[in-house]
Structure formats: C-alpha cells, structure tokens
C-alpha cells in the first residue's frame, strides 16, 4: 500500500514543467518524495502545478489517507537544528502534544524559522485475530476484506 501511494504521486509529478528528476523515501511510515527542477524553472508555476497533480492524485488514494504536507525547500529553508524529545515519565501521546501544542507553535512565532509539524514514535497499529473455522464456514478469506490504509506526509 505504501509504494502505491508513493508510486501514484511520483508519477504525476513527472507531468510538472521543468521537473528533472523525482526521488522518494519512506521515512517512519511516512513518504517523502523530492522533487528537483531544472535550473530557470519558474518556481511559482511549478508549485502550483505540483499542488494541482496533488489534489488530482488523492482522488484516487485509499479512504482515510491523510493530505499532504507540501513545502518548497531551497538553499534557504535547510534545517539548522532538530529537536528530540524522550521521557521516562510522559506517554508517547503526552510528548507528541507538548510538541505539537507548546514547543512548535514557540518556534514558528520566530522571524524567518519554520516549524514543520513533528513526526516520530511508535505508530499505532490495529491486531486482526481471525478464527480460520468460522471464516471458512462464511466462506470467507482474510485477504478479501482486508484494506489497509496508511498516512502520508510529503
């Protein structure tokens, strides 16, 4: 499922005028895809070509897939620092807050710094366990309801 989300915006961003080459990654369950262009591109035009195959792309993503998080990164915008936070007595969910309601919004009120939304943990995840008796007698196959979905952030 990851590749094929990656996969489907990778492929229409190559539509984007002055796009050289498109690199992606995954990165802690998310996907990160990269975009470079040719020197002399209009950067304007791209990014909005790049926002239009975007809300093109996610007509065709599963349910529940989150929006992405599109940024133009140049020479400029390269991180300076990175933040980690750990605990021994806060909840993975109590850090996530105190990072996305506390620390961030400090740092984006700061000229010139951006504070993209922080990523990290443990990913929550869902345990299906199937009896194969009573699948069998509804005729039924695990792998013929089952769809997963999975967030994204570009």
């Known amino acids: 499922m990851e590749s094929f989300v990656t996969n489907y915006y990778e492929y229409h961003f190559l539509y984007v005028t002055g796009v050289k080459t498109v690199e992606s990654k995954s990165v802690q369950g998310n996907a990160l895809i990269k975009i470079i262009f040719h020197e002399g591109t209009d950067m304007s035009q791209a990014a909005a070509e790049v926002v239009g195959y975007v809300n093109r792309s996610r007509a065709f993503m599963p349910p529940g897939t989150v929006p992405p998080?599109?940024?133009?990164?140049?020479?400029?915008s390269v991180p300076v620092g990175q933040l980690i936070f750990s605990s021994e007595t806060r909840t993975?969910?109590?850090?996530?807050?105190?990072?996305?309601?506390?620390?961030?919004?400090?740092?984006?009120?700061?000229?010139?710094v951006s504070a993209p939304p922080p990523f990290g943990g443990s990913a929550k995840s869902v345990i299906v366990r199937l009896d194969p008796e009573k699948c069998?007698?509804?005729?039924?196959?695990?792998m013929r309801w089952w769809q997963p979905s999975l967030n994204i952030m570009l």
């Not at 993975?92 to 010139?112: K, Q, W, Y």
């Open 92 to 112: 993975l969910g109590e850090i996530s807050d105190l990072a996305l309601f506390n620390v961030r919004p400090m740092f984006s009120t700061l000229p010139g």
């Open 69 to 76: 998080f599109i940024t133009r990164f140049d020479a400029g």
């Open 136 to 142: 069998s007698a509804m005729r039924l196959a695990p």
